[in-house]
C-alpha cells in the first residue's frame, strides 16, 4: 500500500477526523504543542500526529508559532503550533 492509499483507507475510516479532533482538545486545553506533545499525551506513536498537524493548520484551526521545541525522544527541534 503506498501513501496515497493509505490516506485514503484512514479519510474513509473516520480515523482522520478523529485524529484532528484530539489534536484540537489537546490544543485547548494547553495553548500550545507539538506533534510529540500531543502523541505523548494520548500514548500513541509520533506518526500519528505528525501528519495531521499540517491538515489542521490548512483548516485554520491552528498555526506555528515561530518558535521550536527539543524533542526528548529524538533530541531535535520541533515545530511548536498555537491555536488560531
Known amino acids: 500500500m503506498n501513501s496515497k492509499q493509505a490516506h485514503e483507507d484512514l ?3 473516520g480515523r482522520k477526523e478523529a485524529i484532528h479532533m484530539q489534536i484540537m482538545r489537546y490544543m485547548y486545553r494547553y ?3 507539538t506533534f510529540s506533545d500531543i502523541a505523548k499525551y494520548y500514548k500513541v506513536h509520533e506518526s500519528t500526529f505528525w501528519r495531521r ?3 489542521v493548520e490548512r483548516a485554520g484551526l491552528i498555526e506555528k508559532t515561530g518558535k521550536n521545541k527539543l524533542s526528548h525522544t529524538t533530541n531535535k527541534y520541533l515545530t511548536l503550533w498555537k491555536l488560531k
Open 53 to 55: 498537524m499540517s491538515e
Open 11 to 13: 479519510k474513509k475510516s
Open 31 to 33: 495553548g500550545e504543542a
